[in-house]
Structure formats: C-alpha cells, structure tokens
C-alpha cells in the first residue's frame, strides 16, 4: 500500500504562485520507480490531468492549460513530489490531488485510472 499526502494548498491572488508537495508512505522503498501525476478537480467537472513525471522526474509531461506555468519535479530521497504553479489565474480554482502509477515509471498516462494510488486531495483558490 502507499499514502499519498497533499499539503500547500490555499488561497492566492491571480498572478501569484503556490508549492504544492505530495508525500508518500508506506511502500516507499519503490518511490523511486512510481510515475508521479498531478490532477485537479473544479466543483461539477471531470477530474482533469496537469502533469506527470517519470521515475527519476527527468521526463515530464503537461498539459496544454498548464504548460510553461507548471512544473512538476520530485525528490526520492524524500519520497515527495511537487507541483509549483506559476501565474495562477481564477480558473486554476479546484481541489488538487496527486497519484502514483506504481506499476509503471512512464510519464505519459493521463487519464485518472490508469493511477493506482491517490491523494486526499488539497484545495487551491485563486482570486481575481
């Protein structure tokens, strides 16, 4: 089993930017070998995919709302991802929530259930 832990959300003016972390535990001797994701979910929508990492957070992969303000990386020493976001607008507004593919390192998977592990989720606020 693995725990995912989504902490660094909160409220923040359009234009600013925000750290969120995901810690993980549990099985954590293979962290290093689990894709990374990052999705988000606005009140009434589909839970939309951001970006994803591969193992060692050398390969990435965004989406086309978020790329060039977004940035996902990882440290596997600490067995956490990240995800900053830059230049935050009000539509960014939704809960976020991390996930790890752990039977797969490749970045490229996009959709919700093709990840095996979730977060609780975290909410950001983006105001106008």
């Known amino acids: 089993q693995v725990q995912l832990v989504e902490s660094g959300g909160g409220l923040v003016q359009a234009g600013g930017s925000l750290r969120l972390s995901c810690a993980a535990s549990?099985?954590?001797?293979?962290?290093?070998?689990?894709?990374m994701g990052w999705f988000r979910q606005a009140p009434g929508k589909e839970r939309e995919f951001l970006a994803a990492c591969n193992w060692s957070g050398g390969s990435t992969n965004y989406a086309d709302s978020v790329k060039g303000r977004f940035t996902i990386s990882r440290d596997n020493a600490k067995n956490t991802a990240y995800l900053q976001m830059n230049t935050l607008k009000p539509e960014d507004t939704a809960v976020y929530y991390c996930?790890?593919?752990?039977?797969?390192?490749?970045?490229?998977?996009?959709?919700?259930?093709?990840?095996?592990?979730w977060g609780q989720g975290t909410q950001v606020t983006v105001s106008s």
């Open positions: 549990g099985r954590t001797f293979a962290f290093s070998s689990y894709a």
């Open positions: 996930a790890a593919r752990t039977y797969s390192s490749s970045p490229y998977y996009t959709r919700s259930d093709e990840y095996n592990y």
